[in-house]
């Protein structure tokens, strides 16, 4: 009984060993891959990366003002004449 014991903890500790070895691969594959493609954060991603607010055009409040100013410069052109 205590042999069996032994072989089942053997085998548990080789299919352990087995999965860490394979996670291991990949990992290191995704790693080289990362480097293969020039890092992760090359040229093509850097127009994605700077935090400036420019892609996505005028804050709301800035928006809003300026729908506000031309609804009134257009009031003032009907109520003139």
Known sequence: QNLAA???AREK???EMDRKRQRDEKLEEARSAVVRNG?????????????????????P???VW??????EEESERLANG
């Open 13 to 15: 500790r080789m299919e």
């Open 66 to 71: 300026a729908g506000g100013n031309k609804l």
């Open 39 to 59: 890092g992760g954060g090359g040229g093509g991603d850097s127009e994605t990366d700077d935090d400036s607010d420019d892609d996505y055009g005028p804050t």
């Open 6 to 8: 032994v072989q089942v």
């Open 61 to 63: 409040a800035a928006g």
